[in-house]
């Protein structure tokens, strides 16, 4: 399974982005995608996922309220609506997949795509 992310780019406190990732190759075998984050000089945290069978989600607290993830299975596309940005949000953000099915609370890991940077100016 190949992820792609795109979308990421500057924007101001209080604005907004959208997220997408492409998914190609084996992708009936992944169960749930989401999205996760790495801040400079911080740990890559979990941001949010969803289960591409009943679409079933889960957010971080930080974002609940402020982003919503979706998919399109129909596109093998992966989503990440971002509102109400605030500096705190900026990093690079990965797409990922899970295709063994653990759950998505938070998501586990099974493929990684490459990064798309969000940075948010105050």
């Known amino acids: 399974v190949q992820l792609q992310a795109s979308g990421g780019g500057l924007v101001q406190a209080g604005g907004s982005l959208r997220l997408s990732c492409a998914a190609s190759?084996?992708?009936?075998?992944?169960?749930?995608m989401g999205w996760f984050r790495q801040a400079p000089g911080k740990e890559r945290e979990f941001v949010a996922a969803?289960?591409?069978?009943?679409?079933?989600?889960s957010y971080a607290d930080s974002v609940k309220g402020r982003f919503t993830i979706s998919i399109d299975n129909a596109k093998n596309t992966l989503y990440l609506q971002m509102n109400n940005l605030k500096p705190e949000d900026t990093a690079v953000y990965y797409c990922?997949?899970?295709?063994?099915?653990?759950?998505?609370?938070?998501?586990?890991?099974?493929?990684w795509g490459q990064g798309t940077l969000v940075t948010v100016s105050s």
């Open positions: 969803i289960t591409r069978s009943l679409g079933a989600t």
């Open positions: 990922a997949a899970d295709a063994t099915a653990r759950g998505i609370r938070p998501l586990k890991v099974d493929y």
């Open positions: 190759g084996r992708t009936f075998s992944t169960y749930s």
